[in-house]
């Protein structure tokens, strides 16, 4: 891994370590996804083992959730593509080094803000029927309430701790973000750079964490926490909105001076 990955590793290993007592990331009564439909998923992994989820921006860059460090530790993380199966041989799935991680600078252990990682790989990613990006939502906008998007990931589908092996999915309501912040939900904790959806019986779940919120076919968020036990109503999905961070990932690949293929951003529906 490149030194700059190094450094980032360390960094949140020394400031971090795994906190069960606050759940993060949390794909709990959905279904399992056809093969390969979402071929813009990625697993981050360590020793092997899914840690948390992430998708393609770009053929050398992930888009994933800054507290996934955090399982991480000091152990290498890597980059699975192409996958469905976590453990079956498939025809395009590879496993990537990770050449630099780019945490947001305001991210943080101790709340959900900023809560972004920029993930630059080792290799650019062989674009093919398994292995696509996926374009992000650039307009600054609230997504309506009562839309339906979707998210998917290798996550918990039980509130048992029961793993997949392979991806599945679920379809989640946008809840608008002055319901999120009533009492009996969030309490005024959302900001404008978070998001909501429902999560009555159905949620994102640990191990989630880091994958997209898709709406109409575009990346509107990011999986970043909810509650204890998912699929919880009172306390919703929580999701880091993408659009508030554009200069963010535009001055990271500005930084590092690689250009990418594949589309970068959407104008919105």
């Known amino acids: 891994m490149g030194g700059f990955s190094f450094w980032a590793l360390f960094l949140w290993a020394g400031v971090f370590h795994l906190c069960e007592a606050r759940p993060r990331g949390r794909i709990l009564r959905g279904q ?56 079956e041989a498939e025809p395009n799935k590879r496993l990537l080094e990770v050449k630099a991680l780019f945490p947001h600078p305001n991210s943080s252990v101790g709340n959900n803000h900023d809560d972004l990682l920029l993930i630059q790989l080792g290799e650019r990613a062989s674009i093919n ?16 309430a009562g839309t339906q998007c979707e998210v998917a990931g290798w996550g918990f589908i039980s509130n048992t701790g029961r793993l997949p092996d392979k991806l ?47 709406c109409n076919g575009v990346a509107e968020g990011v999986v970043a ?21 554009i200069n963010w990932i535009e001055s990271v690949w500005a930084m590092t001076q690689q250009p990418t293929e594949g589309p970068k951003a959407a104008a919105g529906p």
């Open 32 to 87: 399992e996804t056809l093969p390969h439909q979402r071929p813009y998923m990625v697993s981050l992994q360590v020793a092997g083992k899914h840690i948390c989820g992430g998708f393609l921006i770009a053929d050398q860059w992930v888009l994933s959730a800054a507290h996934c460090l955090e399982d991480a530790g000091n152990e290498t993380l890597r980059v699975l593509v192409g996958a469905h199966s976590l453990s």
């Open 129 to 144: 029927v398994d292995v696509q990006v996926l374009v992000f939502q650039r307009e600054d906008r609230d997504v309506p």
């Open 168 to 214: 599945h999915h679920v379809e989640l309501s946008v809840i608008s973000r002055t319901v999120c912040n009533t009492r009996i939900h969030y309490d005024g904790d959302i900001t404008e750079k978070l998001m909501c959806t429902e999560s009555k019986k159905k949620d994102s779940c640990k191990g989630d964490s880091g994958g997209p919120l898709v």
């Open 225 to 245: 926490t909810g509650a204890r036990i998912c699929g919880y109503w009172k306390k919703p999905g929580i999701y880091t909105r993408i659009p508030p961070y």
